[in-house]
């Protein structure tokens, strides 16, 4: 690869990078206002509290395992060890799943308690947010699988189609009266479509 071949690259990844992220805040911003003209403030504060707390099971779930992807895909690529990458691409994904259920039971079983502790409201949206929360790990691996390959242009993509697909499921949602459950399962479709755009390259890059 030339130089100017090279520079050609470089441009066309911040151009794709600039015009998504560009995208992506003008529907995020539109989202955030579906949410805060269509929730009460009751239930924006109960779903910032339970969206809180669904943050950290995210990272109890990813385990670290995306970060270890970024990590040494790229030295896996150059080595040419496909196999040893698929392996880790199925144990990565494996691992989510297993610590997800884990995860998911153990909240299912606390219930009654953090109903006790907090309210109904609260712990009903904590267990579906839990039930929910596979996608978006799996979509933060995805993401970190395709900047190992420096692929700009398909995570690009896939933001703005993802963003895109949360505000009209939000809005679809919201109109249905699901208030802060409805903002939950936007989330989750909009993480499943990311998921799904973005794994459909991995046999590109592992060919």
Known sequence: MTERD????????????IASRLARTLLG???TYLVLNMLTPREF????????????L???VGAGLSQGLLRYLPAWR???????????????????????????????LLKPWIGEVTNEVVAGLVVLGVA?????????????IANAYYDTRNISVAVVITTITYVVALAL???QGLGPSGVLIAAAI??????????SKVPRYLN
Do not use: D
């Open 6 to 17: 090279s520079a050609r690259q470089l441009g066309g990844a911040l151009g794709w990078g």
């Open 29 to 31: 911003l539109f989202g």
């Open 45 to 56: 504060g109960t779903l910032s509290l339970v969206r809180n707390f669904l943050a950290y």
């Open 58 to 60: 995210t990272i109890v």
């Open 78 to 108: 150059l080595s040419a060890g496909r196999s040893r990458m698929r392996m880790a691409l199925f144990a990565s994904f494996a691992v989510h799943v297993v610590l997800w259920a884990l995860v998911t039971l153990v909240l299912f």
């Open 132 to 144: 929910l929360l596979l996608p978006e790990v799996f979509g933060h691996t995805a993401t970190n």
């Open 173 to 175: 949602l919201l109109k």
């Open 190 to 199: 909009s993480n499943v479509v990311l998921t799904l755009v973005l794994l």
